[in-house]
């Protein structure tokens, strides 16, 4: 049974820093999968975030996110991380993990597994 697991999210003033983890389990060979991170807010579609490639070398950002964010992952822990600096209120949001079993994508739609969301609120 494949399980992605959230964690990390909370409630951080504008300009703060949040560090949101993702582990993996029942996943074989996690080091396949490509990850992605997804945000959902209130009233709005679930929208692309990051992305990090199956080896970790390529990493994809939407435009709201670079610069600020930084996506990892450590293949031998089976985790995503996605570091997130200098947030600011429009980033509040539930911030989904995804694996997909093939190359990255940018549409939530193409994940074959997901988390169960982590909720960041960044105060003005």
């Known amino acids: 049974q494949v399980q992605l697991v959230e964690s990390g999210g909370g409630l951080v003033q504008a300009g703060g820093s949040l560090r949101l983890s993702c582990a993996a389990s029942?996943?074989?060979?996690?080091?396949?999968?490509?990850m992605g991170w997804f945000r959902q807010a209130p009233g709005k579609e679930r929208e692309f975030v990051s992305a990090?490639?199956?080896?970790?070398?390529?990493?994809y950002y939407a435009d709201s996110a670079k610069g600020r964010f930084t996506i990892s992952r450590d293949n031998a822990k089976n985790t995503v991380y996605l570091q997130m600096n200098s947030l600011k209120p429009e980033d509040t949001a539930v911030y989904y993990c995804?694996?997909?079993?093939?190359?990255?994508?940018?549409?939530?739609?193409?994940?074959?597994?997901w988390g169960q969301g982590t909720q960041v609120t960044v105060s003005s």
């Open positions: 990090i490639s199956r080896s970790g070398d390529t990493t």
């Open positions: 995804a694996a997909r079993g093939t190359q990255y994508s940018r549409s939530w739609s193409e994940y074959n597994y």
């Open positions: 029942g996943l074989s060979f996690f080091s396949i999968y490509a």
